[in-house]
Every structure is written in structure tokens, then in C-alpha cells.
């Protein structure tokens, strides 16, 4: 099956490893950071799993935000961007990941057991990721088909943004995260999404 490069998926393969690279450095850089100047073990900890979930946050954003931003604003930096999908997809993916392995070690450190919604919500959007991630791919796309591959990828992302969005919105709620930026930013997020998706459907009408 031939594969369509009309959305900008795909086209930046050989930027892919740089992006790698650098999630892997600042994580590493992160941990350094807070480890290095922050004593007291759970706290360092607690600080690890803020911090990696940050950064993937962004990374995330930068997936996420990719198409609508372009058909938002057409410029040189909407069309990296969105040339740059499928990379800030896996380095999402990687940073996630390890973000995942900072919240079990904290978890394990401060002896917290986790609550059963937070292993429903949160193990279904890392199923959802690890799903996306694992067909992130050519050879995915062909073996799924555009219809599914689609419906995969846009179920995954956007229960991806809303997980964060909740999360955010919890975390403000028990007076974490003042001022709200990072929940600003994640409902934003969705409704451009939604906009943007609106916007193509009457316009197509």
C-alpha cells in the first residue's frame, strides 16, 4: 500500500534519532539536577516524577498540536513542526516511559500504594501510548490500514490530552501547579484540536 505523505506524517525519518538524543539528555540531565541537590530521598524522588512527567508533557504538546497548528498558521515553523510529528511522537513516547519508571520508584520509595482509578486511568493511557508507539511505523500502517491506523492514533491522543488535562486539573484542585499554566495549556490543547477538526468538517461541507 502506498502511503499518502499529504499530512506531513513521516517526512523528517532521518531526524528522528536526534530527537532521540536529546530527550535522553535531558532526562539524564534532570535526574542529575535533582538528585544531585535535593537530599532527602523521597523528595528527590517526588521531584523526579514531576519533572519527567513535564518534559513529556511537552513533548506530548509538540505531537499533539503538530497538524493543527499548521492549519492554523502556515509558516516555516508549523510546517517543521508537523513535518517533526512522528518524532516528537516516539521521543513523547520514550520520555513517557521513563517518567512511568520514575512514578514506580517513587512510589516504592515513599511506600504509597497506587489507587485503583489512578491504575485504570493511568494504565490505560500508557497502553494507549505503548499501542501508539508501537505502530508508529510504515510497516504498522500497511498491516493496520489507514482507517485503523487513524482511528489508533487519534483515540490514543486525545485520551493522552485529556488524562493530562485531569491530571493538571487534580493537582490545581489540591494546590499543586499555581498558577495553573500546565492545565491552561492542556485544555488549550484540546480545544484547538476540536476547533480545528469543526473548522475542516464545515468547511468540507
Do not use: C
Request: glycine letters at 6%; proline letters at 4%; charged letters at 15%.
Amino acid at each position: 500500500m502506498d502511503i499518502a505523505r499529504d499530512n506531513g506524517y513521516g517526512l523528517a525519518k532521518n531526524s528522528l534519532w536526534p530527537w532521540i538524543s536529546a530527550t535522553l539528555l535531558v532526562s539524564v540531565v534532570l535526574l542529575v539536577a535533582v538528585f544531585m541537590h535535593i537530599p532527602a530521598l523521597e523528595k528527590s524522588w517526588h521531584l523526579w516524577t514531576r519533572y519527567s512527567a513535564r518534559l513529556s508533557f511537552f513533548l506530548f504538546l509538540a505531537a499533539y498540536l503538530a497538524a493543527p497548528l499548521y492549519e492554523l498558521v502556515k509558516n516555516p515553523a508549523t510546517a517543521w513542526l508537523r513535518r517533526q510529528r512522528r518524532n516528537s511522537g516516539i521521543s513523547f513516547g520514550i520520555a513517557h516511559t521513563i517518567h512511568l519508571a520514575a512514578l514506580i520508584g517513587f512510589y516504592q520509595i515513599a511506600d504509597i500504594p497506587a489507587e485503583m482509578p489512578t491504575v485504570i486511568v493511568g494504565g490505560g493511557a500508557y497502553l494507549a501510548m505503548f499501542l501508539m508507539l508501537a505502530t508508529s511505523n510504515d510497516a504498522a500502517l500497511r498491516r493496520l490500514g489507514k482507517t485503523n491506523w487513524r482511528w489508533l492514533h487519534k483515540f490514543g491522543a486525545h485520551y493522552l490530552a485529556v488524562v493530562f488535562a485531569f491530571t493538571y486539573l487534580s493537582q490545581f484542585l489540591g494546590g499543586l501547579n499555581k498558577p495553573p499554566i500546565l492545565l491552561i495549556l492542556a485544555i488549550a490543547a484540546i480545544v484547538l484540536r476540536i476547533f480545528i477538526t469543526l473548522k475542516s468538517r464545515w468547511e468540507a461541507s
